[in-house]
């Protein structure tokens, strides 16, 4: 990236141009809102329109498909649901790098699999499109906050100019190397997750049995040596019988399948991860699949 491209792109962040966003799901809506708060216009695009009617009575422009927003937008984000979607907005006939303009920065914040961020950021390069991996973390909370982690792969210059842009959607945000090093990053977080739900479904499961007031437990334990993000945020919704999505246990059997994936290519084998899938894949045979990932505590049920 020349640093000619470089003040184009902070000259469009400055004059608050039009933010193309793709995928307004239960994180997307927020991230976009979030966006528009800080000024910036955007035109968006999602598979079910009805579900974006606030966005639109908010002031987002509408799009009737991925290609009407690669060619009014110079700066692209996408956060969509499974690796075969991020290679079909991306690498369709009518998808992002084969239609949008030469200069166009696209932010792909799906969670997908390494080896396909450097498949889209080498494809993007050949066409003059600038592309970065930038997956999140912090939940249906941190995207509605504008608290998400952010961690981001591609060129620097490319995440330093877009720094403004990411920070009106998350507070911790870190650049962690090469395209792929931001979805390698997040297939880290979601290993530490994986198995740590797994204890707070059996933490809460062991209170109750043990006749003690999980309330109660909770507020030992979560300022302590076994505090979580998931402790605090999501054992409070297990306790009220709130299982609805903050992240969809579909998606995590998909960022897990990746997990391992990468570690077979690796060499490695993780027994936690595998464990943590196995259960998950039983409730989604059960039909819980659109659930949140707290929903894990009806294993024990």
């Known amino acids: 990236m020349n640093e000619e491209d470089v003040n184009f792109l902070g000259g469009l962040l400055m004059e608050k141009q039009t933010i193309g966003f793709i995928g307004l799901g239960v994180m997307g809506k927020s991230m976009a809102r979030n966006i528009m708060k800080a000024g910036y216009p955007i035109i968006g695009y999602s598979r079910t329109k009805g579900k974006c009617q606030d966005l639109i009575e908010e002031g987002m422009e509408w799009a009737d498909t991925v290609e009407d927003v690669a060619v009014k937008a110079g ?49 993007g390069k050949e066409k003059g499109i600038h592309v970065l991996d930038a997956p999140v973390s912090g939940g249906d909370i941190g995207a509605r906050n504008a608290a998400l982690t952010i961690m981001a792969g591609g060129e620097y210059q490319v ?29 880290c977080n979601q290993i530490a997750i994986a198995s740590n739900m797994i204890g707070v479904c059996e933490s809460l499961v062991y209170a109750k049995r043990a006749g003690l007031d999980p309330e109660n437990v909770l507020k030992s334990i979560s300022g302590g040596a076994a505090g979580s993000f998931s402790l605090t945020n999501l054992a409070p919704r297990i306790l009220k019988g709130d299982f609805e999505p903050g992240f969809y246990i579909k998606h995590f059997i998909k960022d897990l399948k990746i997990v391992l994936d990468e ?28 659930e949140g990932t707290q929903a894990l505590y009806k294993y024990w049920k």
């Open 75 to 123: 700066i692209i984000i996408t956060m969509v649901g499974f690796p075969s979607d991020v290679e079909e907005v991306y690498l369709g006939n009518h998808g992002l790098i084969n239609r949008a303009k030469a200069g166009t920065y696209l932010v792909d914040m799906t969670t997908s699999a390494p080896r396909l961020a450097k498949k889209l950021y080498e494809a």
């Open 159 to 187: 995440f330093e100019a877009l720094l403004p842009l990411l920070q009106t959607m998350g507070s911790n945000i870190v650049y962690q190397g090469e395209a792929g090093a931001g979805q390698h990053t997040k297939l």
């Open 263 to 290: 570690t077979e290519a690796l060499g490695l084998e993780f027994p936690g991860v595998s464990l943590a899938k196995s259960l998950y894949d039983e409730l989604a045979n059960e039909g819980l699949g659109e």
